[in-house]
Protein backbone atom coordinates (compact mmCIF):
# COMPACT_ATOMS: atom_id res chain seq x y z
CA UNK A 1 0.00 0.00 0.00
CA UNK A 2 1.80 3.09 -1.11
CA UNK A 3 1.01 6.65 -1.91
CA UNK A 4 3.37 9.71 -3.26
CA UNK A 5 4.33 10.31 0.70
CA UNK A 6 4.07 6.66 2.76
CA UNK A 7 4.81 3.34 2.52
CA UNK A 8 3.85 0.30 4.66
CA UNK A 9 5.91 -2.50 4.64
CA UNK A 10 5.82 -5.92 7.01
CA UNK A 11 8.44 -5.88 9.71
CA UNK A 12 11.31 -7.74 8.07
CA UNK A 13 14.78 -6.48 6.96
CA UNK A 14 13.82 -8.17 3.06
CA UNK A 15 11.82 -5.23 3.16
CA UNK A 16 14.60 -2.45 4.02
CA UNK A 17 15.68 -2.04 0.14
CA UNK A 18 12.22 -0.71 -0.23
CA UNK A 19 12.45 1.54 2.18
CA UNK A 20 15.78 2.88 1.31
CA UNK A 21 14.08 3.03 -2.40
CA UNK A 22 11.16 5.13 -1.69
CA UNK A 23 13.25 7.60 0.76
CA UNK A 24 16.22 8.22 -1.45
CA UNK A 25 13.67 9.10 -4.92
CA UNK A 26 12.58 11.35 -2.37
CA UNK A 27 15.48 12.84 -1.46
CA UNK A 28 16.66 13.10 -5.13
CA UNK A 29 13.67 14.93 -5.93
CA UNK A 30 14.05 17.62 -2.90
CA UNK A 31 17.89 18.05 -4.64
CA UNK A 32 20.26 16.73 -1.75
CA UNK A 33 23.61 15.51 -2.69
CA UNK A 34 24.32 12.03 -3.25
CA UNK A 35 26.75 12.54 0.02
CA UNK A 36 23.35 13.33 2.24
CA UNK A 37 21.11 11.30 0.10
CA UNK A 38 23.55 8.41 1.35
CA UNK A 39 23.91 9.74 4.90
CA UNK A 40 19.45 9.95 4.68
CA UNK A 41 18.37 6.12 3.40
CA UNK A 42 21.32 5.06 6.09
CA UNK A 43 19.58 6.57 9.19
CA UNK A 44 16.17 5.18 7.89
CA UNK A 45 17.96 1.64 7.50
CA UNK A 46 19.28 2.12 10.40
CA UNK A 47 16.24 3.49 12.32
CA UNK A 48 13.94 0.38 10.25
CA UNK A 49 16.34 -2.40 10.82
CA UNK A 50 16.17 -1.12 14.77
CA UNK A 51 12.24 -1.40 15.16
CA UNK A 52 12.26 -4.90 12.92
CA UNK A 53 14.80 -6.55 15.52
CA UNK A 54 14.32 -5.36 19.06
CA UNK A 55 11.02 -3.66 18.68
CA UNK A 56 9.12 -6.17 16.72
CA UNK A 57 11.61 -9.41 17.23
CA UNK A 58 11.25 -9.91 13.35
CA UNK A 59 7.61 -10.59 13.64
CA UNK A 60 6.40 -10.20 9.70
CA UNK A 61 3.10 -9.73 10.87
CA UNK A 62 3.83 -6.52 12.45
CA UNK A 63 3.97 -3.36 10.10
CA UNK A 64 5.85 0.09 9.79
CA UNK A 65 4.58 3.14 7.96
CA UNK A 66 7.43 5.39 6.54
CA UNK A 67 6.00 8.92 5.84
CA UNK A 68 8.00 11.15 3.98
CA UNK A 69 6.70 15.11 4.00
CA UNK A 70 9.02 18.16 3.46
CA UNK A 71 8.35 21.47 5.15
CA UNK A 72 10.24 24.79 6.24
CA UNK A 73 13.97 23.78 4.20
CA UNK A 74 13.38 19.99 6.30
CA UNK A 75 12.92 17.01 5.35
CA UNK A 76 11.06 14.11 7.64
CA UNK A 77 10.74 10.95 7.30
CA UNK A 78 8.30 9.47 9.83
CA UNK A 79 8.09 5.84 11.34
CA UNK A 80 4.90 4.81 13.06
CA UNK A 81 5.09 1.43 14.43
CA UNK A 82 3.64 -0.54 16.87
CA UNK A 83 5.39 -2.03 20.20
CA UNK A 84 7.62 -0.82 23.13
CA UNK A 85 8.23 2.58 24.26
CA UNK A 86 12.22 3.48 23.18
CA UNK A 87 13.51 6.71 22.63
CA UNK A 88 16.61 6.10 20.78
CA UNK A 89 17.80 9.63 22.18
CA UNK A 90 18.24 8.31 25.88
CA UNK A 91 20.85 5.81 24.61
CA UNK A 92 24.32 6.82 25.50
CA UNK A 93 26.85 7.49 22.83
CA UNK A 94 29.74 5.00 22.56
CA UNK A 95 33.45 5.63 23.41
CA UNK A 96 34.84 4.44 19.92
CA UNK A 97 38.00 3.99 21.15
CA UNK A 98 36.86 1.83 24.25
CA UNK A 99 34.46 0.03 21.14
CA UNK A 100 37.86 -0.84 19.55
CA UNK A 101 40.13 -1.53 21.92
CA UNK A 102 37.39 -4.51 22.94
CA UNK A 103 36.45 -5.43 19.44
CA UNK A 104 32.33 -4.74 19.97
CA UNK A 105 29.95 -5.42 18.10
CA UNK A 106 26.74 -4.01 17.38
CA UNK A 107 25.29 -0.76 18.75
CA UNK A 108 25.97 1.78 16.09
CA UNK A 109 22.86 2.37 14.49
CA UNK A 110 21.46 4.86 16.65
CA UNK A 111 24.63 6.92 16.82
CA UNK A 112 24.88 7.10 13.02
CA UNK A 113 21.47 8.13 12.95
CA UNK A 114 22.26 10.89 15.51
CA UNK A 115 25.42 12.10 13.29
CA UNK A 116 23.79 11.78 9.58
CA UNK A 117 20.66 13.70 10.87
CA UNK A 118 20.03 16.89 11.97
CA UNK A 119 17.23 15.90 14.53
CA UNK A 120 16.28 12.38 15.67
CA UNK A 121 12.50 12.68 17.62
CA UNK A 122 10.51 10.15 19.50
CA UNK A 123 7.53 10.29 20.61
CA UNK A 124 5.55 6.89 22.28
CA UNK A 125 2.04 8.42 20.65
CA UNK A 126 -0.67 5.62 23.01
CA UNK A 127 -0.09 2.78 25.16
CA UNK A 128 1.31 0.82 22.20
CA UNK A 129 2.11 3.44 18.98
CA UNK A 130 5.36 4.95 18.23
CA UNK A 131 6.92 7.53 16.56
CA UNK A 132 10.28 8.05 15.39
CA UNK A 133 10.68 11.36 12.87
CA UNK A 134 13.91 11.44 11.60
CA UNK A 135 14.63 15.28 10.45
CA UNK A 136 17.09 16.39 7.49
CA UNK A 137 18.08 20.23 6.79
CA UNK A 138 18.26 21.01 3.66
CA UNK A 139 21.60 23.18 3.74
CA UNK A 140 21.17 25.49 0.25
CA UNK A 141 17.80 27.36 -0.97
CA UNK A 142 17.00 24.76 -3.73
CA UNK B 1 15.83 -5.74 -6.09
CA UNK B 2 18.95 -4.99 -4.66
CA UNK B 3 21.26 -7.81 -4.31
CA UNK B 4 24.46 -8.59 -2.55
CA UNK B 5 26.92 -11.55 -3.93
CA UNK B 6 30.63 -12.77 -2.49
CA UNK B 7 33.37 -13.85 -4.90
CA UNK B 8 36.09 -15.37 -3.27
CA UNK B 9 39.91 -15.94 -5.12
CA UNK B 10 42.98 -17.32 -3.39
CA UNK B 11 46.55 -15.55 -3.84
CA UNK B 12 49.20 -18.36 -1.72
CA UNK B 13 47.83 -18.07 1.56
CA UNK B 14 45.49 -15.00 1.24
CA UNK B 15 42.15 -15.15 0.44
CA UNK B 16 40.45 -12.00 -1.04
CA UNK B 17 36.92 -11.54 -0.77
CA UNK B 18 34.37 -9.23 -3.71
CA UNK B 19 31.70 -7.96 -2.65
CA UNK B 20 29.38 -6.71 -4.63
CA UNK B 21 25.91 -4.85 -4.35
CA UNK B 22 23.87 -3.51 -0.79
CA UNK B 23 24.84 -4.86 2.27
CA UNK B 24 22.40 -4.53 5.21
CA UNK B 25 20.78 -6.29 8.31
CA UNK B 26 19.20 -8.20 5.07
CA UNK B 27 22.48 -9.85 3.05
CA UNK B 28 24.73 -9.25 5.95
CA UNK B 29 24.32 -13.51 7.11
CA UNK B 30 25.85 -13.95 4.08
CA UNK B 31 29.15 -12.57 4.96
CA UNK B 32 28.86 -14.05 8.01
CA UNK B 33 28.94 -17.55 6.49
CA UNK B 34 31.98 -16.57 4.12
CA UNK B 35 33.80 -15.83 7.37
CA UNK B 36 32.93 -18.77 9.59
CA UNK B 37 34.08 -20.56 6.45
CA UNK B 38 36.98 -19.50 6.09
CA UNK B 39 37.79 -20.08 9.82
CA UNK B 40 36.69 -23.23 9.44
CA UNK B 41 39.13 -24.51 6.85
CA UNK B 42 42.02 -22.24 9.13
CA UNK B 43 41.99 -19.19 6.44
CA UNK B 44 42.90 -15.88 8.90
CA UNK B 45 44.70 -13.85 6.09
CA UNK B 46 41.65 -12.12 4.75
CA UNK B 47 41.26 -8.80 2.46
CA UNK B 48 38.02 -7.60 1.75
CA UNK B 49 38.07 -5.70 -2.20
CA UNK B 50 34.68 -3.09 -1.97
CA UNK B 51 35.38 -2.45 -5.36
CA UNK B 52 31.49 -3.35 -6.45
CA UNK B 53 30.01 -2.52 -2.96
CA UNK B 54 27.10 0.23 -3.49
CA UNK B 55 26.20 -0.05 -0.13
CA UNK B 56 26.80 -0.53 3.71
CA UNK B 57 24.99 -0.30 6.95
CA UNK B 58 26.01 -0.88 10.31
CA UNK B 59 25.06 -4.70 10.23
CA UNK B 60 28.03 -4.85 7.55
CA UNK B 61 30.50 -3.29 9.55
CA UNK B 62 29.52 -5.53 12.78
CA UNK B 63 30.70 -8.22 10.77
CA UNK B 64 33.76 -7.11 10.09
CA UNK B 65 34.05 -6.28 14.40
CA UNK B 66 33.17 -9.75 15.11
CA UNK B 67 35.89 -11.27 13.03
CA UNK B 68 38.77 -9.55 12.75
CA UNK B 69 40.39 -10.21 16.35
CA UNK B 70 39.69 -14.06 15.87
CA UNK B 71 41.61 -13.68 12.34
CA UNK B 72 44.38 -11.73 14.41
CA UNK B 73 44.72 -14.06 17.14
CA UNK B 74 45.54 -16.26 14.49
CA UNK B 75 48.83 -14.61 12.91
CA UNK B 76 46.31 -13.57 10.36
CA UNK B 77 44.36 -10.26 10.26
CA UNK B 78 41.18 -8.38 7.93
CA UNK B 79 42.73 -5.60 5.69
CA UNK B 80 40.27 -3.36 3.64
CA UNK B 81 40.47 -2.32 0.10
CA UNK B 82 38.81 -0.88 -3.01
CA UNK B 83 36.46 1.66 -1.04
CA UNK B 84 34.45 4.39 -3.25
CA UNK B 85 34.60 7.69 -1.05
CA UNK B 86 30.55 7.30 -0.07
CA UNK B 87 31.84 3.82 1.58
CA UNK B 88 34.70 4.85 3.24
CA UNK B 89 33.18 8.04 4.42
CA UNK B 90 30.90 5.55 6.51
CA UNK B 91 33.99 3.49 7.83
CA UNK B 92 36.32 6.85 8.49
CA UNK B 93 33.63 8.40 10.32
CA UNK B 94 32.46 5.76 13.31
CA UNK B 95 36.32 5.72 13.19
CA UNK B 96 37.10 2.18 11.55
CA UNK B 97 40.59 3.01 10.57
CA UNK B 98 42.04 3.06 13.98
CA UNK B 99 41.34 -0.68 13.64
CA UNK B 100 41.43 -1.41 10.45
CA UNK B 101 43.55 -1.18 7.76
CA UNK B 102 42.64 0.21 4.59
CA UNK B 103 43.96 0.47 1.53
CA UNK B 104 43.02 2.08 -1.98
CA UNK B 105 44.86 -1.25 -3.81
CA UNK B 106 44.08 -4.71 -3.25
CA UNK B 107 47.81 -5.13 -4.16
CA UNK B 108 48.63 -3.24 -1.70
CA UNK B 109 46.99 -5.10 0.96
CA UNK B 110 48.43 -8.17 -0.39
CA UNK B 111 52.23 -6.66 -0.16
CA UNK B 112 51.00 -5.40 3.87
CA UNK B 113 50.50 -9.48 4.26
CA UNK B 114 54.02 -10.31 2.79
CA UNK B 115 56.02 -7.24 4.92
Given at each position: ?????????????????????????????LGFDSNEINQIILSVD???TNIIKYTHNFNESENI??????????????????????????????????????????????????????????????????????????QNSR | MEEFNIDIKNNN???????????????????????????????????????????????????????????????????????????????????????????????????????
Amino acid sequence: MTNANKIVISSSTKNLAKVRNFVENKAVELGFDSNEINQIILSVDEACTNIIKYTHNFNESENIEVITESKNKEFRIIMKYRGRDFDPNKMEEPNMKEYFNNFKVGGLGIPMMKKFMNKVEYHHVNPDMNSLTLIKSLQNSR
Amino acid sequence: MEEFNIDIKNNNDITILYLDGFLDAHTSGELEKSFEKLIEEKKYKIVVNFDKLSYISSAGLGVFMAYIETMRNNNGDVKLSNMSDKIYNIFDMLGFPILFEIYKEEQTALEKFNQ
